[in-house]
T-cell receptor
Framework: AQSVAQPEDQVNVAEGNPLTVKCTYS??????LFWYVQYPNRGLQFLLK??????LVKGSYGFEAEFNKSQTSFHLKKPSALVSDSALYFCAVTGTTDSWGKLQFGAGTQVVVTP | NAGVTQTPKFRVLKTGQSMTLLCAQD?????MYWYRQDPGMGLRLIHYSVGEGTTAKGEVPDGYNVSRLKKQNFLLGLESAAPSQTSVYFC??????????FGQGTRLTVV
């Protein structure tokens, strides 16, 4: 069965330090993986995606993510966090076989960046 | 370019009442989705559609029905609302294999 796990409810980091938000997945066939961010009382904004190709994907606002097929992971990273990065982050997956079109999200990770 | 538009933005229903949430997209996307967002639960997929005239169940379809009669519209219906359906509902659309674009959400309260 298709699933997405974000093991941390909240990640706390000081401004200027590296930020990592974890995501693991289970899907039939090859995965299409996405990261989104949500600010309070707003919809979701797309950050980056992995479809195929290089395992390191670069996206908006200085974020990047590394696809690891053997560990079925797609962790989001930012080398130097900003206070404005404080938000709710979601990982999402869809597969290329029987779950095609079923875009499923994780439970979300709240990121808190302190000055 | 409006993107994905949801109506209404807010609604209060009494238990047992029915309503329809409308989602419209102007990007000619094949895929459309309905999610609900509850604290600590993330976004849970209710129903989705991979093309006009087709729908499929997601993770939490019970109590909801959907229709995709036109490519640009995806309707979510609640036939008999229950307090457990109090939530924020998001609609999204995408091309095949591409990122989804989200509406601004509908905040529904069932009393």
């Amino acid at each position: 069965a298709q699933s997405v796990a974000q093991p941390e409810d909240q990640v706390n980091v000081a401004e200027g330090n590296p930020l990592t938000v974890k995501c693991t997945y289970s899907v039939s066939g090859n995965p299409y993986l996405f990261w989104y961010v949500q600010y309070p009382n707003r919809g979701l904004q797309f950050l980056l995606k992995y479809i195929t190709g290089d395992n390191l994907v670069k996206g908006s606002y200085g974020f990047e993510a590394e696809f690891n097929k053997s560990q079925t992971s797609f962790h989001l990273k930012k080398p130097s966090a900003l206070v404005s990065d404080s938000a709710l982050y979601f990982c999402a997956v869809t597969g290329t076989t029987d779950s095609w079109g079923k875009l499923q999200f994780g439970a979300g990770t709240q990121v808190v960046v302190t000055p | 370019n409006a993107g994905v538009t949801q109506t209404p933005k807010f609604r209060v229903l009494k238990t047992g009442q029915s309503m329809t949430l409308l989602c419209a997209q102007d990007m000619n996307h094949e895929y459309m989705y309905w999610y609900r967002q509850d604290p600590g639960m993330g976004l849970r997929l209710i129903h989705y559609s991979v093309g006009e005239g087709t729908t499929a169940k997601g993770e939490v379809p019970d109590g909801y029905n959907v229709s995709r009669l036109k490519k640009q519209n995806f309707l979510l219906g609640l036939e008999s609302a229950a307090p457990s359906q109090t939530s924020v509902y998001f609609c999204a659309s995408s091309r095949q294999g591409a990122e989804a674009f989200f509406g601004q959400g509908t905040r529904l309260t069932v009393v």
